[in-house]
């Protein structure tokens, strides 16, 4: 009886692996046929346009939202045209995008959400090429879908507020490793981790650990247990919490967001830290 459940068990892992792969397969194979869906067709004639050098119809894509923080991050150093072009807030510059690979996730009333693939050089080429995605936000505007590149561009959106977070918590976690590795210690001295990167203007460094009531943008530095380890934290903009554990040397550091703990002790946090890369998702 045992064995006939255990089969049963297996027959099931077995069919929904090969579900998953063929609906992988037909989702994202290359397709004449990919991008009949207006808002498709609108992603698919925006990158059409990159290829072709067609600046101004690049940039007549965007929703007008899009085209006003764009002027205003071009702010008389470029022309819009040249500056987004090539412009993608992927890894990927938006000639790279594969036009016949173009999927739309969602349509909801005037906003729509829609997919591109495009390939990239694993570890610089040394171990081929990788295909990923990257899904564009579109609204409906003026009887036609357009490129809303509003969440990559203002300042103050929760992405970009979250990553200026990061961002601040990975030049400590930079400024405590380097120190870390030239003395063999770890240290909470706000003016020892302004000493060790005097070309980066720090904000306020505070001792102890961010909670929701900390000012935003303000990194957080407390020591564990003995010293055994450091904690770095930070409230961002829109108040999310963020937590990076720096362990002694050799040892994996470690971080959370959105819940942190409210002291510094020596337990690992959720997830592995790899400095620039990790982020807040």
Aim: hydrophobic letters at 40%; aromatic letters at 10%.
């Amino acid at each position: 009886m045992e064995s006939d459940i255990k089969r049963v068990f297996r027959n099931a892992l077995f069919a929904m692996a090969v579900v998953a792969v063929l609906w992988w397969f037909l989702a994202d194979r290359p397709s004449p046929l990919s991008g009949w869906e207006l808002p498709a067709r609108a992603l698919r004639d925006y990158i059409d346009a990159a290829r072709r050098r067609d600046c101004a119809a690049v940039v007549a894509a965007l929703s007008a939202r899009s085209r006003e923080l764009a002027v205003a991050a071009v702010a008389d150093r470029s022309t819009l045209e040249r500056s987004f072009c090539d412009y993608s807030p992927a890894t990927a510059k938006l000639p790279d995008f594969e036009t016949n690979r173009i999927r739309v996730e969602r349509v909801s009333g005037t906003t729509a959400l829609v997919s591109a693939s495009y390939t990239y050089d694993r570890f610089f080429g040394f171990f081929g090429r990788g295909r990923s995605r990257y899904t564009y936000a579109l609204s409906f505007e003026d009887g036609t879908w357009r490129v809303d590149l509003t969440e990559s561009l203002d300042p103050e959106s929760r992405p970009n507020q979250d990553r200026r977070a990061m961002f601040l918590v990975q030049q400590v976690y930079s400024a405590l490793r380097s120190h870390a590795r030239s003395s063999g210690t770890l240290t909470d001295d706000a003016a020892v981790i302004r000493a060790q990167m005097p070309g980066f203007q720090f904000p306020e460094i505070r001792s102890g650990v961010a909670d929701p009531a900390a000012p935003p943008d303000t990194p957080y530095v407390a020591l564990g247990p003995a010293g055994a380890c450091i904690c770095i934290s930070l409230r961002s903009a829109n108040g999310t919490l963020v937590m990076v554990k720096l362990p002694p040397e050799g040892s994996q550091a470690t971080y959370q967001y959105g819940r942190i703990p409210s002291a510094c002790d020596d337990q690992p946090l959720a997830r592995s830290y790899y400095g620039s890369t990790s982020g807040i998702r």
